[in-house]
């Protein structure tokens, strides 16, 4: 498959299990694919805004770890208590070899999560709320397991936002006193050498 093609393959999934059958097919070449030919630059932005507001004494769910990319940056910053969760069993095989996450689960964002209320002091999400990944259903789970005073940091491509109502729902569960924005980063170029063209922002909210 040509890389091009790749995510285009990734993004017509037809369902979760397509997805996850396709993401266990990429998980061998995933950190060599991105890192070198698409110049994947958001796990570092996730993980610097990560530093800014939460302990390394903290408690961290990596949620959509995939091969582990950001619980390996989190892991560099002296992040130890990291709990990933992942869609892909492929994703997972990986993230476990990387020996960087104290736990690992299969599980799907937009359903219940198996945990319990308030037990991580953050949740970070890299590249999973996109187009035919995890829907805006997700946040409400990431902030039932999140402490109060505890942060939640997620990537977001600027068109998925408005496109798959996570613009609407971010602003509803402010509204309803259920979190509060902290901080959005700057936009930055996610792909930066295969799509320059889409942006991403990071956006910080504090759990109420
Ligand atoms: C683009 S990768 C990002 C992986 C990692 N966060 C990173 O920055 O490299 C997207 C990951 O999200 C996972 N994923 C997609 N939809 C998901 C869902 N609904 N629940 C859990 N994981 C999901 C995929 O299996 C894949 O590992």
Redesign the pocket.
């Known amino acids: 498959m040509t890389e091009k093609d790749r995510l285009k393959w990734?993004y017509s999934s037809k369902d979760?299990q397509e997805?996850?059958e396709r993401?266990d097919r990429w998980a061998n070449d995933?950190d060599t694919e991105?890192e070198d030919n698409y110049g994947?630059a958001?796990?570092r932005i996730?993980t610097d805004l990560a530093t800014k507001y939460v302990s390394t004494t903290g408690r961290l769910l990596?949620?959509?770890?995939?091969?582990?990319?950001?619980g390996q940056c989190l892991h560099e910053e002296g992040y130890r208590d990291l709990v990933g969760?992942?869609?892909?069993e492929g994703?997972l095989e990986k993230a476990k070899q990387k020996k960087v996450y104290r736990e690992l689960y299969q599980?799907?964002?937009?359903?219940s999560l198996n945990f319990p209320d308030g037990g991580f002091d953050a949740v970070v999400?890299?590249?999973?709320l996109?187009f035919g990944?995890?829907?805006p259903d997700?946040l409400t789970e990431m902030i039932r397991i999140t402490r109060p005073q505890g942060h939640i940091i997620f990537s977001m491509r600027s068109d998925a936002h408005e496109e798959l109502g996570f613009k609407e729902r971010q602003e509803v569960l402010e509204v309803s006193g259920r979190w509060k924005l902290v901080e959005v980063s700057q936009l930055h170029q996610a792909f930066s050498k295969k799509e320059p063209d889409i942006l991403h922002h990071v956006w910080v909210y504090r759990v109420l």
């Open positions: 990734i979760n997805l996850a993401y995933y991105l994947w958001t796990p996730v990596d949620a959509g770890a995939g091969t582990g990319l950001v969760i992942d869609l892909s994703m599980m799907v964002l937009g359903e999400c890299a590249g999973v996109t990944h995890a829907p997700s």
